[in-house]
């Protein structure tokens, strides 16, 4: 089984506390209970419909499947027309109380954090009321058995630092603050310009591309903010460009937590997309996604292997940007 880990956004040095948390679900322990006894039928049958409930990015229903997930999910315990919304609070929620947990059980890594002056969880916390959270935090042993089978994941497993990433910054300052030798991480054994999001790297992504560049904004009605870059517009070679972009983009202001790579299966893009097959960038892949016909929505079909990805599949590919309101 896969693992629910932690969705830590890139890092910036743009100082967020934790955000308001979101509305009620009305989570009981029966519905956690539910979910735990019934995980593995439940996960079979939300992938056939096209829900993956071990995606770390995000957990979302294709369009015209949300009614078929809460028919599947209240046969299996979890109650309410809303329990499509009582299993994001339970997978999100899982993820912010182990978050919460090893920080709490690892003062050097929550010393990092707290020099680098974000929570990196500040989304996700935009998404789980506090009486949800209340419910998941009482289950934590059963969801931590359902999600992790290991039960002893090392830190580095759990929490992945993305110092790299950190544009301008001198990191010397932040291990001293947390307590940290700046030699430890100084062997030149352990450093490899072909790292994900080394400086090097960084530094060549936005001499390649202009980051200034505008694009039509998506807002919905809460003041998250969406941009979609197309292949036409901008054909990134990998995936690491993808992410590097997202992450440091500048084309728009109030930017809420700041832009970063998203899930390009979202709504403006299937809308744009409709009856279309299409690939789109995530953090770690491009993706491949199937329109079906019969159903009126498009799958996750396949990840592409980056020795395996084509210029032709470069001008195809989306790239979705996001940013949240709730992390002002």
């Not at 089984?1 to 890092?11: N, T």
Request: glycine residues 6%; proline residues 1%; charged residues 35%.
């Amino acid at each position: 089984m896969k693992k629910i880990l932690f969705v830590l956004m890139v890092f910036s040095m743009t100082f967020a506390l934790f955000a308001q948390s979101g509305k009620s679900t009305s989570l009981t322990d029966s519905d956690v209970k539910s979910f735990c006894k019934n995980f593995n039928k439940i996960e079979a049958s939300l992938d056939r419909i096209g829900i993956d409930v071990d995606d770390d990015e995000i957990l979302k229903a294709p369009v015209n499947a949300e009614a078929k997930a809460v028919s599947i999910l209240n046969q299996n315990g979890i109650s309410g027309d809303n329990a499509f919304d009582k299993l994001q609070a339970i997978c999100y929620g899982y993820s912010i109380a182990r978050y919460d947990q090893t920080m709490a059980e690892n003062p050097q890594a929550a010393a990092m954090v707290k020099a680098l002056g974000k929570d990196p969880l500040a989304y996700q916390r935009t998404l789980v009321s506090e009486s949800d959270m209340d419910v998941v935090r009482k289950n934590l042993g059963s969801l931590s058995r359902v999600f992790d089978e290991d039960g002893d994941d090392d830190l580095e497993e759990i929490v992945e630092f993305d110092y790299d990433s950190i544009v301008n910054v001198d990191m010397s300052d932040v291990y001293k603050m947390a307590g940290i030798r700046d030699d430890d991480y100084d062997d030149d054994d352990d450093y490899d310009d072909d790292d994900d999001d080394s400086p090097e790297l960084v530094n060549k992504v936005l001499k390649k591309y202009d980051i200034k560049k505008k694009f039509k904004v998506y807002e919905n009605s809460s003041g998250d903010k969406t941009v979609i870059v197309l292949g036409s517009d901008i054909a990134f070679r990998d995936y690491k460009e993808a992410r590097i972009y997202a992450a440091n983009y500048k084309g728009q202001r109030d930017a809420g937590m700041g832009w970063h790579i998203t899930e390009a299966c979202v709504s403006y893009v299937e809308d744009m997309m409709k009856g279309k097959n299409f690939y789109g960038w995530s953090s770690d892949d491009l993706l491949y996604y199937r329109w079906d016909k019969k159903d009126g929505c498009h799958y996750l079909e396949d990840d592409i292997d980056d020795d395996e990805v084509t210029d032709a599949m470069r001008k195809q590919a989306v790239l979705v940007i996001f940013s949240s309101s709730g992390a002002n």
